[in-house]
């Protein structure tokens, strides 16, 4: 099974909103990673947070983690049409495996 | 921008043909990934190199598909022979690896279509 899964599995707003999505994940990690992909692109690294780290900051980006409930939470902050796209967390396990993706949640923002 | 390069972009074949897909990865990356998307499945590894040594393609269809290194720039990805149930996008990520999972850079993708 996927090592992280996010929630909810499809998100809509509008422009201007707040948009907040989670990951959930099974193992020990040494960082978390949150991705973006737009519609017929490859994925685009947004954010790292390492094991050691609770917070992080990056432009409308804020990212959380809690490792002593395993789960992670990506705010984006005054959303924007451009920010339409799917979101994915990516889980860096202490094991020494690769990065393994969640399912992804699919965020629309409208106009 | 450095940027992984993957072609051709769009394949189409028929069933029984032979595909082969390509990947340029970053200069200077020592990890390369191969991963496979559905809808229904969503992102999965298919295989994944390390210093241009295969690691783990325990996702891959081993009758079927096979991934090589031939040299640091550049790993192919194969299928022969090719099913509809290829039909998929093929992305390519390149990563350095010193201890934890640096991010992955990735291309945008082949997207095959086998009828």
């Known amino acids: 099974s996927q090592q992280g899964e996010e929630d909810p599995q499809a998100l809509s707003i509008q422009e201007g909103e707040n948009a907040t999505m989670n990951c959930s994940y099974k193992?020990?990690?040494?960082?978390l990673q949150w991705y973006r992909q737009n519609s017929g692109r490859g994925l685009v690294h947004l954010i790292l947070i390492r094991s050691n780290e609770r917070e992080k900051h990056s432009g409308r980006l804020r990212v959380t983690l809690d490792t002593s409930k395993k789960s992670s939470s990506l705010l984006i902050t005054a959303s924007r049409a451009a920010d339409t796209a799917s979101y994915f967390c990516a889980t860096d396990p202490v094991s020494g495996s690769r990065l393994t993706f969640g399912e992804g949640t699919q965020l629309t923002v409208n106009p | 921008d450095a940027r992984v390069t993957q072609t051709p972009r769009h394949k189409v074949t028929e069933m029984g043909q032979e595909v082969t897909m390509r990947c340029q990865p970053i200069l200077g990356h020592n990890t390369v990934f191969w991963y496979r998307q559905t809808m229904m499945q969503g992102l999965e590894l298919l295989a994944y190199f390390r210093n241009r040594a295969p690691l783990d393609d325990s996702g891959m269809p081993k009758d079927r598909f096979s991934a090589e290194m031939p040299d640091a720039t550049l790993a192919t990805l194969k299928i022969q022979p090719s099913e509809p149930r290829d039909s998929a996008v093929y992305f390519c990520?390149?990563?350095?690896?010193?201890?934890?999972?640096?991010?992955?850079?990735f291309g945008n993708g082949t997207r095959l279509t086998v009828t």
């Open positions: 990520a390149s990563g350095l690896r010193m201890g934890v999972n640096s991010p992955l850079h």
């Open positions: 193992t020990s990690i040494n960082n």
